[in-house]
């Protein structure tokens, strides 16, 4: 089963790199040479022509695949965002909603820019889609890279463990390796932290991560909620949960993950990783291993939270994050979070 699953997380990293290379709209040169300036200039004239060109092209197109759907998506994704950020509906572009429409169709995504169109499908060098053209965008952009990767490769695993639950040499070495692959996404936020002000992402950034209303139904824009973390809380402590704030966010936050990823949350059955741990299903060094990895998980919380805070204070009052949250929802992830590292230190104090 690990194996399997780990092959399964290569494929679909794979899968989202050939994505980033992909540029069926012909959009390279756009992005590289009028994009950023269109948004300078708020020249919603330009940004509209070309937001109803590539539409045209994108309902023209017969037999996508999945993955030149979803590098549509990405591109079409950026010109809706910048178009709806400068005040211009997506009702008021021709084509683009239908577009949008018909790609979420074949990617069976959400009909708009995610966190994953954003980063993981976004390609590097010249090549890179961005708002703002900044250096700070592009480191942004790059971390947000890393981090999806990281929690991604982790939530495989925990899935597999929570499924499974074996009790093995290979499963000791594999929660090791949850452990180095998040220290990518701790690394990462720790370079948002420090090269990123609140003014710069709040005032520069974040207006580009509208909500969108398409057919009645609101869609955030890309946020921290969309990432795999929210499928490794599921699989360590989460399964047990009934509290109605937390499901809400569980099931809001899964609908903007790829169909690979939201089938590894309907994988999950039983209890959680960490009530196993106090049932006696699951080893004393078994709790040691996930004990150090929930207090990974908080190094990564802590400042995460911290920046959160900040960037609501340089904002008005009652405003909420790109994914459509206060900070709330962070308290409630954080006390979740610590009380699963209280829960397993009562384990290893009886042991």
Same mark, same amino acid.
């Given at each position: ?78 010109? +809706? %965002? ?5 005040? #211009?509906? =997506? ?9 949008? *429409?018909? @790609? ?119 946020? +921290? %909620? ?5 499928? #490794?809380? =599921? ?9 109605? *704030?937390? @499901? ?104």
């Amino acid at each position: 089963m690990i194996e399997r699953l780990r092959s399964n997380y290569v494929e679909v990293l794979q899968q989202e790199t050939e994505v980033a290379q992909l540029d069926p709209l012909n959009l390279d040169l756009f992005f590289k040479a009028k994009f950023v300036d269109a948004n300078t200039r708020k020249d919603t004239v330009l940004l509209s022509q070309q937001a109803t060109q590539s539409s045209e092209v994108t309902l023209n197109a017969e037999g996508l695949t999945v993955n030149q759907a979803r590098a549509c998506m990405r591109d079409l994704g950026f010109l +809706g %965002a910048a178009l709806v950020t400068h005040g #211009i509906g =997506l009702e008021e572009t021709p084509g683009l909603k239908e577009a949008l *429409n018909k @790609l979420s169709g074949i990617t069976q995504e959400v009909p708009r820019d995610t966190v994953y169109s954003y980063s993981l499908r976004n390609p590097e060098g010249e090549r890179m889609r961005t708002f703002t053209g900044t250096d700070e965008e592009r480191l942004f952009i790059m971390a947000t890279k890393r981090g999806v990767v990281s929690t991604t490769e982790v939530a495989y695993v925990l899935q597999d463990l929570a499924m499974e639950a074996s009790e093995s040499v290979s499963t000791s070495r594999r929660i090791n390796q949850c452990a180095q692959a998040f220290e990518g996404m701790v690394n990462a936020m720790a370079e948002v932290r420090r090269a990123i002000s609140p003014e710069f992402f709040t005032n520069i950034l974040r207006p580009y991560f509208p909500p969108m209303e398409i057919d009645g139904v609101t869609y955030f824009g890309p946020g +921290g %909620a969309q990432m795999p973390l929210v499928l #490794i809380d =599921l699989a360590l402590w989460g399964s047990d949960i009934q509290e109605r *704030n937390y @499901l809400l966010y569980l099931q809001d936050n899964l609908r903007y993950l790829p169909p690979e990823l939201r089938q590894l949350a309907l994988d999950i059955n039983g209890q959680s990783l960490v009530t196993r741990v106090e049932n006696g299903q699951l080893s004393t060094e078994f709790a040691k291993e996930l004990y150090s990895l929930t207090n990974l998980l908080l190094r990564f919380r802590n400042p995460h939270y911290k920046t959160a805070v900040e960037n609501m204070q340089v904002r008005p009052e009652g405003a909420k994050g790109s994914g459509g949250y206060d900070t709330q929802v962070l308290d409630l992830l954080m006390a979740k979070t610590y009380e699963s590292k209280e829960r397993l230190s009562a384990v290893l104090d009886r042991s």
